[in-house]
């Protein structure tokens, strides 16, 4: 009787030990996914700022090609009305 019962302590001392070792890597598991999804998160903001800096860049080249054709206008116009005063 007494190996029955050392089986059976054995069996589940057994069970809490696999319970407790289950619920241990749970736990890993469930922290390290959430600091991958922290990375995740920042990753993805970096991203969208990224695109928008990009937008803006086009943006602001656009402005400079508007700026440049205005100053040639400019330049045009005040060679023009340097021939006219000659």
Known sequence: MSAAL????????SLFGTLAGSLGGMKLMS????QLEKRVEKHNNLIE????LEEE?????EQIKV?????SDLERGTDNLREKIK
């Open 57 to 61: 860049v086009k943006i602001q080249e």
């Open 67 to 71: 700026a440049n054709h205005r100053l």
């Open 31 to 34: 922290y390290r996914i959430e």
């Open 6 to 13: 050392a089986t059976v302590v054995v069996g589940v001392l």
């Open 49 to 52: 700022r990224t695109y928008k």
